[in-house]
């Protein structure tokens, strides 16, 4: 069997300037816009095609899928699950809903938050140099992308290989 894609992508930089609004509520400020349309231009170009996004239902999470969905081809949009048991899981819980995936599917994203997010990366990547790159820094907006032999019920531990790493900052400097 061909190898299964992973993406995961950090949710873009939320705003904090209503102290009322319940975490889950918090929408995107102007920076995670921006970000957010700085990672779907980088999804067109490299032609990132998920067949399936989980997404956190935080309205955060839900913009940034927003933004950055005009990026995937117009013709083969992704299925989208709203998935609330992304929103504060653990690692370990976002690995067994990455297990879940039907098999059929070769290319999933999931969009989630810290830290779990960043945890799971980290966890994945069976190269040492990879895991530290990600533990470093994962910034609003970052997507990691993973190459993954196994099947993904058998998805564990190590059983990935970081192919790409971007920040939006990175991005927009090329630019």
């Known amino acids: 069997m061909a190898a299964r894609t992973l993406h995961l992508l950090r949710h873009a930089k939320s705003s904090w300037d209503d102290p009322g609004l319940a975490d889950s509520e918090r929408p995107l400020n102007a ?23 989980l997404c956190s239902p935080a309205v955060r999470t839900r913009q ?5 969905a005009p990026g995937f081809p117009a013709d083969a949009p992704p299925r989208v699950e709203f998935e609330p048991g992304i929103y504060e899981a653990t690692a370990a819980e976002l690995l067994a809903l990455l297990r879940g995936i039907d098999p059929a599917v070769v290319s999933a994203m999931m969009i989630g938050h ?43 531990r190590g059983a990935a290989t970081l192919r790409d790493y971007v920040k939006p900052k990175e991005l927009a400097r090329r630019r």
Do not use: M, N
Not at 40 to 53: C, F, K, Q, S
Not at 119 to 146: H, I, N, Q, V, W
């Open 114 to 156: 810290q830290p779990a997010l960043q945890e799971l990366a980290c966890a994945l990547t069976g190269s040492l140099a990879d895991r530290s790159r990600l533990a470093g820094k994962f910034p609003t907006a970052a997507l990691a992308t993973f190459s993954i032999e196994p099947p993904w019920a058998e998805l564990d």
């Open 64 to 68: 940034t899928l927003e933004l950055v």
């Open 31 to 53: 920076r995670g816009r921006r970000a957010a349309a700085t990672i779907a231009g980088y999804v067109r170009e490299r032609a990132v095609v998920p067949e399936l996004v």
